[in-house]
C-alpha cells in the first residue's frame, strides 16, 4: 500500500500537467486511499494505547473516524482552498513567480491548484503543504466522530495524537521528495527551462566513427 501511494506521488507530477494548470485533488487524493488501511492500523494501535479499550473497538474506531475525514475532509478542504486561491493566489501570481524566491513564495498561494508550468518540486512542496490544513481539519472530524462513541476529552486527545502520528512522516516524506527533486531536476525541466531562458539546447555528443572493415580478397 505505501509501495503504491509513493508510486503515485513519483510519477503522477510528470503527467499530470494540461494548460488548465494542477488540480492537486487528484495527486493527494488517490494516494490517500492507498494508505488508507496502514492509516486505520496505525491509529487503532494509538487508540490501543491511549483509551486502553479492546483492539476491534479501536479498529472500528479508526475506521469509522478514517472514512468519514477522508471522505468528506479531503476534498472539502481543498475546494475551500482552490476558492481562496482564485481570489487571493491569483492575484499574486503575476507579481511573483518572476523571480525564484517568488516561485517558492507561489507555492502556498497556489498550492491547491498549481501553475501549468509548476515543477516537479513545486509538485511536491504544495502537497506537504496541503497535508498541514488537511491534518488540521481530520483532527476535527475525527474527534467528532470518536466522540459519538467514547467521551469528548478522550476523542479529541486520540483523534491529535493518531493524526500526528501519521500525517507528520508524510509531510516529511514529501519535504524530502521536493527538496531532492529541486537539487536534482528531471532532465526534461531543464531542458525546458534553456528553452525559456532562449539558450540553445545541448548539443547531441560527437558521433565516432567506425573503423572500416575489409572483406576477404
Known sequence: MIGAAMALLVAWPTVARADAGIPMLM???????????????????????????????????????????????????????????????????????????????????????????????????????????????????????????IPADQARRWAKAANLATYLPIIAGLLVLSVFSWYRPPAGELQRARLHSGAPPSPAPPSVPQPLTRGPS
Request: a positive charge.
Open 27 to 149: 495527486l493527494v487524493w488517490p494516494p490517500a486511499w492507498a494508505l488508507f488501511v496502514p492509516i486505520v492500523v496505525v491509529e487503532a494501535l494509538v487508540a490501543r494505547r491511549l483509551l486502553a479499550l479492546p483492539y476491534l473497538e479501536c479498529a472500528r474506531l479508526s475506521l469509522v473516524a478514517n472514512a468519514r475525514s477522508t471522505i468528506i475532509g479531503i476534498p472539502l478542504t481543498w475546494l475551500v482552498l482552490v476558492l481562496v486561491e482564485m481570489t487571493l493566489g491569483m492575484a499574486l501570481a503575476s507579481l511573483v513567480q518572476s523571480s525564484a524566491l517568488g516561485q517558492f513564495l507561489l507555492v502556498p498561494l497556489s498550492s491547491a491548484w498549481l501553475m501549468p508550468n509548476a515543477k516537479r518540486w513545486q509538485v511536491y512542496l504544495a502537497a506537504a503543504i496541503l497535508c498541514v490544513p488537511f491534518l488540521l481539519v481530520s483532527i476535527r472530524l475525527e474527534r467528532w466522530s470518536a466522540a459519538r462513541s
